[in-house]
Structure formats: C-alpha cells, structure tokens
C-alpha cells in the first residue's frame, strides 16, 4: 500500500480514515478493521518519522481503532453472542461524517455561485435626515461652550460629597522631608511633638524617618536625663 | 407600489428588507407587498435589466446579475477570493443541519475539537450562539445566522441543500450518541 504524506489535507481523524478507506476501493460498512488499523498505525507512525505533532485526537482514534479490532479478533463468548458487530460504531461515525463531507461539496458551489452576484453598501441615510432639521438658530459657538460649561458645573453639583474612603498612605521620604521642614524653621523639635497624628502607620513611617535621618547624620537626637524629652535638633556640622 | 418597494431595497442595498419590514412601511397587507414583489421579481428577470431581485437570509435585496459578471470584476479591486476553508464549510454544515448544536456535538461528528473553527465562524457572523443546552455544565448551542444564508445565496434555512443518502436508521444512532457521550464523560 502506497500513500503520499501529505498531511495538511486532513481534517481529523474521521477524515483520515475515509481517505484510507477510498484509497482500498473498498465500501465503508465493509471494511477490514485488522487491514484499516494497520494502515492508520502506519500512516501515524509515518507522522512521528516526519517528526510532527500528532493532535491528540489521531492518537484517541488509534486507540478506539486497536480495541475494536481486538474485540474482533478475541473469540466471542456465549453469551456475547447477540452483541452487535463491534465496528458498527465506527461505520456509524464514518457514515454521518462523509455526509457532511459530502454536504460541503454543495455549499462551496452556493458559496460560489453568491460570489458572482453582487450587493451595494446601504445608503448613508443620516445625511437625508440632517437636510430635514434646520441647523441656525442664531448660536453661536460661545453660548455652546456657556451652556456646556453649565451642564459641567451642574455635574459637580450633582456628585455626592463624600464619594471616597481614602487610606493614605505615608511614606519614610516623605516624612523625613516634613520633618526636615519642621526642623529648618523651628531649630529643635521634641520626638512627641513629631507623631500629630496617633494611626499605627503614622507612627511607624515618623519613628522610621527619624531612625534614618538620624542614620545618615541629618540630625543629633539629644535627652539631657533619663526619661527626660528627647530633642530633635539640626546637625550644626551639617550647615 | 413597486416602484416604492425597488426604491427602498436600492437604499438598503445589502441589508435588504423583510417582507414584514415592507409591510409595515407601506401599510400594506402581505398579500399585496408578496404580489409587487413578484411582479418586481419577473420585470428584473428581462434581459434589459441589470440588478435582479433576490430573497437572501430572510430579507429582499437588489443584487447584480450572474451573467455579467465578468463586468463587476474589473472594476472590484480586490478578489473576493476568501472562501472558507474545507474544516470551516464541515463545522457550518454540521451546525446547519443540526442547530441548536452545542460544540461537544460538533466535535463528536467531526472527530476533532472545533473551537478554534467555531471561534472564526463567529467572528465572521456565520454561526451565533442561540442558547445553551440542558447538558451539564449548560454548554452554549449554535445556530446559523441570516449572513450565513447570504452567504451560500440562501433565502431561508429551508432552502438549504437536502442531505444525501440519510442514514436509515437514524435512532440508533442517537441512542449511540448518547451511550458515546456516557462513555466519554
């Protein structure tokens, strides 16, 4: 048995079986599983030689084909007798798929034929309706950007007061500028009176800022006592 | 009449109009619309006309005719080449003979997963999605459009070629659909 490998004209595997099966001559409800299988298993073999991916659909259908035919080669029990021809199902499939295949000859040649006649784009019936509607009413170009101002102003009336839960966030740098600020203009700063406000982020980012202000000799941080005020002061070196 | 109804299906041009459509434009019985429109139909078919009247997808259009071609074509600038391909063409027969379809069933009669097909063809307004089906898992169904019908130069579904050489026993193969799909989930 001789066949070209070109792969490109199959759709699936039902597609491949029917050409295998018309390339033998033979009639789909009488064909040979053990001779159909071995030719499929070939031709997926020839596939793997030629190094490409074998969709998994061909290796499902390998693999019904190889248990039908061991169905048909296993002698048959007693009571399995009844049992309908274990390749009725494929024939089935076969069948009903070469009908659509069949089916398509038709549209192609529908689908041609439509090509032969043509339609127009539909008209543009917009510009017939603006003709209808006077345009000039004597506005001018200002009164549209007044009236459209005032529609925006009223937007902004319209929004609800509060329409935003904001979480702020702090960040070190941003912190060690307002309290860079804080010390320029005060001299010296108490470490209480740098946490204004009392959030755990708050307190967290200030106490950090600090810590790296003073990391980088941008500040001398002083207590005269134990348990005394802690003063924050400008670095006199630094100026 | 007919002179009203050719000017509207000139305007319309590729969306056409149904004859309901008509109807109600004209306040006209259907009766009526059906008869100038027939007589529209024969006076396009003279030899001395160049648009014919057409029934494509359910809706009444003006379309040129076949026999001058040969015109259209030199002043079309691109070719209309872009035909479907042979997985395209099987995916839409299968749905045209079949809708409401889902695309486990395409797949089961065409032995390969068709979703990248059925993605196309939507694209492309042939198929539309017109439901889902009480399966597990409520899958969409598949349904012909109207441009699916323009498109093979088809009236209504009805006109769609009979399939050849029916299956003779067609329950038995539902009921093996069915055991297939047992099988399979």
Redesign the interface.
């Known amino acids: 048995m001789e066949y070209k490998v070109s792969l490109p004209s199959y ?5 491949l079986l029917l050409h295998l099966i018309k390339q033998s001559n033979i009639n789909i409800c009488d064909i040979s599983i053990v001779e159909i299988t071995r030719q499929y298993l070939d031709y997926i073999e020839k596939m793997e030689e030629m190094n490409l991916d074998i ?1 998994s ?1 061909y290796l499902v ?1 390998a693999a019904e084909l190889v248990e039908i035919k061991s169905r048909v080669l296993l002698p048959r029990q007693e009571e399995e007798e009844e049992e309908e021809d274990p390749r009725e ?1 494929l024939i ?2 076969l ?3 070469q ?6 000859k ?3 040649k ?14 543009d ?1 917009l510009d017939f309706q603006d003709s209808n509607t006077p345009m000039d009413y004597g506005v001018t170009l200002e009164d549209l950007l007044e009236a459209f101002q005032k529609f925006l102003d009223s937007k902004e009336f319209q929004k609800p007061l509060n329409t935003k839960i904001t979480h702020q966030e702090y960040s070190i740098g941003k912190r060690c500028t307002e309290i860079r600020d804080i010390i320029r203009a005060k001299k010296q700063v108490s470490f209480q009176d740098l946490f204004e406000e009392v959030t755990k982020e708050y307190v967290v980012v200030t106490f950090l800022a600090i810590l790296n202000m003073s990391k980088r000799q941008e500040i001398s941080i002083e207590q005269s006592r134990n348990f005394d005020n802690i003063v924050i002061k400008e670095k006199s070196d630094k100026i | 009449m007919k002179a009203i109804i050719e000017g509207l299906l ?7 109009l149904t004859l309901l459509e008509l109807c109600s434009i004209l306040d006209k019985k259907e009766e009526e619309v059906s008869q100038a429109l027939k007589e529209l139909y024969s006076d396009y078919q003279k030899e001395d006309r160049g648009i ?1 009247l ?1 029934l494509l997808g359910g809706h009444f ?6 026999e001058h ?1 040969e015109y ?1 074509k030199k002043i ?1 600038l691109e070719e ?1 080449n872009a ?2 391909s ?2 395209a ?2 995916t ?3 749905i045209a ?1 079949n809708e409401p379809i889902t695309r486990m069933e395409i797949d089961e ?5 068709s979703s990248y097909v059925i993605r196309r063809l939507l694209i492309k307004n042939l198929i539309q999605e017109v439901g889902r089906s009480d399966l597990p898992g409520r899958p969409k169904q598949y349904g012909v459009t109207n441009a699916f019908l ?5 009236g209504g579904i009805d006109e769609l ?1 009979k ?5 003779p026993d067609s329950q ?2 539902d009921l ?1 659909a069915s055991r ?1 799909q047992e099988k399979n989930d």
Do not use: C, W
């Open positions: 759709d699936g595997p039902l597609d969709a659909e259908m199902q089935q499939r069948l009903e798929y009908n659509y295949k069949e089916s398509t038709s549209l192609k529908l689908e041609h034929l439509r090509k032969e006649v043509y339609t127009k784009e539909p008209s019936l | 000139f305007l319309k041009g590729s969306d056409g014919q057409e259009k003006l379309t040129t005719k076949q071609k259209y079309t209309q035909n479907l042979q997985s063409l099987e839409l027969a299968i003979y009669i065409r032995g390969v997963n323009d498109y093979f130069g088809l070629p399939m050849e050489e029916k299956e038995e193969e093996f297939y």
